[in-house]
């Protein structure tokens, strides 16, 4: 019988080594990747390779090979590459998409074909999210990503701010240690120090305006590049050397005394001062 399971030698008799042999039984007209499957109670037959992209499916009861089908009646095939998905195009084909990233899914939006739209978005608010860099949390405007806390200790909004009043606005800045002390407190243990600012509210001339930031505590300049004001102007933000805050002495501990020392005024001493911290976790 054609695809029929029989002994590859034989003669008029049976020994029981030829009917036990693995490597002596054969289909008519095999080839390679043919499954095997039992046809009845008493027969086993071959069924041949499928065709590329044909799944192994079940029709009248037997395997047989077929295109995937979907409502609607229609058939398509696909071929997916690791970590692809496939995708009904609501009119019965069927479209392999491109790879996904780990934790993307592809969301259908609701009013348009996934397989026609183009610009897929492959996050979802369900399952496994999409998660939100610092700098995208940072900027704050998109609406798709979750957060970790990580993302947020590190972006603008785990920014914690210290503003000081060194001088009165009407007051001539003067120079000198310990202008200004600032206590930190236990919610900002172990925060660093990462921008420094300082403001003054009459511009000063002829010369600079130095400030150093210390820690009290520990006995260290912070600065390794000191604040500057120059002459005529108000902050340091426009100094001809910006400020350079030591990596080594930039972390707070509670109970910690911040302390803000004067080096140097202008000839013409510049009126009020307001020295501004941002510390964030690293």
Same mark, same amino acid.
């Given at each position: 019988?054609?695809?029929?399971?029989?002994?590859?030698?034989?003669?008029?008799?049976?020994?029981?080594?030829?009917?036990?042999?693995?490597?002596?039984?054969?289909?008519?007209?095999?080839?390679?990747?043919?499954?095997?499957?039992?046809?009845?109670?008493?027969?086993? &037959?071959?069924?041949?390779?499928?065709?590329?992209?044909?799944?192994?499916?079940?029709?009248?009861?037997?395997?047989?090979?077929?295109?995937?089908?979907?409502?609607?009646?229609?058939?398509?095939?696909?071929?997916?590459?690791?970590?692809?998905?496939?995708?009904?195009?609501?009119?019965?084909?069927?479209?392999?998409?491109?790879?996904?990233?780990?934790?993307?899914?592809? &969301?259908?939006?609701?009013?348009?074909?996934?397989?026609?739209?183009?610009?897929?978005?492959?996050?979802?608010?369900?399952?496994?999210?999409?998660?939100?860099?610092?700098?995208?949390?940072?900027?704050?405007?998109?609406?798709?990503?979750?957060?970790?806390?990580?993302?947020?200790?590190?972006?603008?909004?785990?920014?914690?701010?210290?503003?000081?009043? &060194?001088?009165?606005?009407?007051?001539?800045?003067?120079?000198?240690?310990?202008?200004?002390?600032?206590? &930190?407190?236990?919610?900002?243990?172990?925060?660093?120090?990462?921008?420094?600012?300082?403001?003054?509210?009459?511009?000063?001339?002829?010369?600079?305006?130095?400030?150093?930031?210390?820690?009290?505590?520990?006995?260290?300049?912070?600065?390794?590049?000191?604040?500057?004001?120059?002459?005529?102007?108000?902050?340091?933000?426009?100094?001809?050397?910006?400020?350079?805050?030591?990596?080594?002495?930039?972390?707070?501990?509670?109970?910690?005394?911040?302390?803000?020392?004067?080096?140097?005024?202008?000839?013409?001493?510049?009126?009020?001062?307001?020295?501004?911290?941002?510390?964030?976790?690293?």
């Amino acid at each position: 019988m054609a695809n029929e399971l029989a002994h590859k030698d034989y003669g008029t008799a049976l020994t029981r080594a030829e009917y036990e042999n693995i490597l002596g039984h054969l289909f008519d007209s095999q080839a390679t990747g043919d499954v095997m499957y039992a046809s009845s109670s008493t027969q086993l &037959v071959r069924l041949a390779i499928g065709t590329t992209a044909y799944a192994l499916t079940v029709v009248g009861g037997i395997p047989a090979w077929a295109l995937l089908t979907v409502a609607g009646g229609g058939t398509g095939a696909a071929t997916l590459t690791d970590g692809g998905v496939l995708l009904g195009s609501g009119t019965g084909a069927i479209t392999a998409m491109a790879v996904l990233a780990d934790g993307e899914m592809i &969301v259908g939006d609701g009013t348009t074909d996934p397989v026609a739209e183009s610009g897929l978005t492959l996050r979802t608010s369900i399952g496994v999210p999409v998660l939100a860099t610092i700098a995208e949390t940072s900027t704050g405007t998109d609406t798709a990503k979750a957060l970790t806390p990580d993302g947020l200790a590190g972006s603008v909004y785990g920014e914690k701010i210290i503003g000081m009043i &060194v001088f009165d606005f009407g007051t001539d800045t003067a120079t000198g240690d310990g202008k200004f002390y600032f206590h &930190v407190p236990s919610t900002l243990n172990g925060f660093n120090i990462v921008e420094v600012h300082a403001e003054v509210v009459t511009a000063g001339t002829t010369n600079t305006t130095d400030i150093q930031l210390a820690n009290a505590t520990q006995a260290a300049d912070i600065l390794s590049t000191k604040l500057t004001i120059d002459s005529g102007q108000t902050g340091s933000d426009t100094a001809g050397t910006a400020a350079v805050i030591d990596t080594a002495q930039d972390d707070l501990q509670t109970n910690d005394v911040i302390r803000v020392d004067v080096d140097a005024v202008s000839t013409t001493a510049a009126k009020g001062l307001i020295v501004t911290i941002v510390c964030r976790l690293p």
